[in-house]
């Protein structure tokens, strides 16, 4: 039995039906973002191990906050989850106002995994390293654009946070989803942005873009030549993001228990974990106590991202 994915528009969530028997994935971003690529991943597993059908349903817009809505919206009944990422409770920092909470509004399951983002640039600039197109766009001030799949996402941040690492001035040209935002580096249509490394790694090595550093404390097992920026003196852009599996506000514990170990089994598995490592991902895993203790820290530290960098948007 293939897994569903649903990629437009569901019924409104005020006419929902009784459960019956799915399990719907709601993914707040496009088709072919790394959000959506876990979901399908973990949506098959679980459909194969529950013998349940399971849909996959994307939600993008707003930078996340539509789907996360929608989610927050839904019958608290077993029947949807939400699987998100960092912009969860980055938005709550970065936008005046969002349409849910993310403490009170949603139960945390599982966290997924933690990613890590690149600075790319198109083959046509031409430098090599970090520091290399720091010297570049301070030699051409105003011209240089940056691309990111939307405000308040972490490409967006990572960016703005290395202009102000550096002193540069790029203009920001927000779409909607990676896949666009990356596409349009590719083409030469914006100069550079910040990649997931799941997505810049076969662009890449197809010379398609450069990778000049990675935004992390670390350099990635599936990029071990790709220095950091820290390396190169670039310091305070190390933002790993990461992923989650949350549920309405008022499921019932026992379904979130049960999710919550079946899909720690299945990020268990050597062939799940083989995938998540080849997108350059690091499984985590853990309890649903854990995850509900991250995310009011992770809220905390995106507020003090957002007031010591000047961040923000309405």
């Known amino acids: ?97 969002v349409p849910y909470d993310p403490v009170k509004n949603f139960v945390p399951i599982v966290r997924l ?46 960016m703005e946070l290395f202009k102000l690492a550096t002193g540069t001035e790029i203009s920001h040209v927000p779409y909607t989803g990676m896949p666009a935002a990356i596409r349009d580096v590719v083409g030469g249509h914006v100069s550079a942005t910040f990649v997931p490394i799941h997505i810049a790694l076969p662009l890449a090595r197809a010379h398609k873009i450069r990778l000049l550093g990675v935004a992390s404390g670390q350099r990635m097992d599936a990029a071990p030549d790709v220095p950091t920026l820290e390396e190169q003196g670039i310091e305070g852009v190390d933002l790993d993001f990461w992923f989650g599996v949350l549920a309405p506000a008022g499921t019932p514990p026992e379904f979130v228990q049960r999710t919550n170990a079946d899909i720690n089994a299945i990020i268990r598995l050597p062939r799940i974990r083989t995938q998540m490592t080849a997108q350059g991902l690091r499984p985590t895993g853990g309890s649903v106590d854990e995850f509900a203790e991250f995310i009011p820290r992770d809220l905390a530290k995106w507020r003090k991202i957002v007031v010591t960098s000047r961040l923000g948007a309405e």
């Open 1 to 97: 039995m293939g897994l569903i994915f649903a990629l437009t528009a569901a019924p409104s969530i005020g006419t929902a039906q009784q459960h019956d028997g799915t399990l719907r994935i709601i993914v707040p971003y496009v088709a072919g973002s790394g959000p959506d690529t876990l979901a399908r991943m973990i949506g098959d597993e679980l459909q194969q191990l529950r013998s349940q059908t399971v849909i996959v349903e994307n939600r993008p817009g707003a930078s996340g906050n539509i789907g996360t809505d929608a989610a927050a919206r839904s019958r608290p009944d077993g029947s949807t989850i939400l699987l998100t990422a960092s912009p969860f409770t980055q938005n709550v920092a970065f936008f005046k106002s």
């Open 113 to 158: 995994a933690e990613g890590f983002v690149a600075l790319a640039v198109n083959p046509s600039v031409p430098v090599a390293s970090a520091r290399e197109f720091v010297d570049y766009v301070k030699a051409r001030p105003g011209e240089v654009r940056y691309s990111s799949p939307g405000q308040g996402t972490p490409q967006h941040l990572s």
